[in-house]
């Protein structure tokens, strides 16, 4: 289930960088959980060599 107060208080930024996307996908992994992070993001974090955020379970 979408955590729709979370989406609706933090939009992502238009024309965003990688380095925002990233923070935005940390943060709503953690808040919503609603869908799995893109690849890209991924790929970056495990770059950054930064631990992978455990998803929020999603509620039914």
């Given at each position: ?11 992502m ?6 380095s ?27 770059r ?5 955020p ?7």
């Open positions: 289930m979408i955590n729709a107060k979370w989406h609706k208080q933090h939009v930024p238009m024309g965003s960088t990688l925002q996307r990233v923070d935005w996908h940390v943060a709503h992994a953690k808040a919503c959980g609603c869908r799995e992070m893109p690849p890209t993001v991924l790929k970056e974090l495990r950054l060599g930064k631990e992978l455990k998803r929020r379970p999603r509620v039914k």
